[in-house]
């Protein structure tokens, strides 16, 4: 249950506050040239969470407000990674096959990548103020 090439996808972090509404916010927005939707003018949004097309820069507020778009646009980021981790293939695919024979279930092959889980060693909890 990995990737065929063995790499994963980057993810960048964005250094974003969605408290702190960008200056001019309802003065100038990007439109995205898939479906016509209006994202915030920052350059974030050059590609657009929506359609993953380009926008373009126009004089005119945003169709949503700034936290709304925030949020679409992490959620968008996730799912693009989550493709990419995947390397194309999808959840119950990755789930099932290596644990089925001739379009069974196969109870070895499940045990055999149960006990392959690696669960990484934790210090244990010790309590507030420990």
């Given amino acids: ?22 200056q001019g916010y309802y003065e100038k927005a990007r439109q995205c040239e898939g479906c016509g939707l209006k994202w915030p003018h920052p350059h974030v949004f050059d590609v657009s969470p929506c359609c993953d097309a380009k926008t373009m820069l126009i004089e005119d507020a945003p169709d949503m407000r700034w936290p709304d778009a925030v949020k679409a646009l992490h959620e968008a980021r996730f799912t693009r990674l989550y493709e990419e981790y995947n390397d194309g293939v999808q959840d119950d695919q990755l789930d099932w096959d290596g644990v089925l024979s001739h379009g069974e279930l196969d109870e070895k092959k499940v045990e055999e990548a149960i006990n392959k889980i690696e669960i990484p060693e934790r210090e244990p909890y010790k309590g507030i103020g420990h």
């Fill in 1 to 22: 249950m990995s990737r065929s090439d063995g790499k994963f996808p980057v993810y960048t972090r964005l250094d974003i506050d969605v408290e702190e509404w960008p």
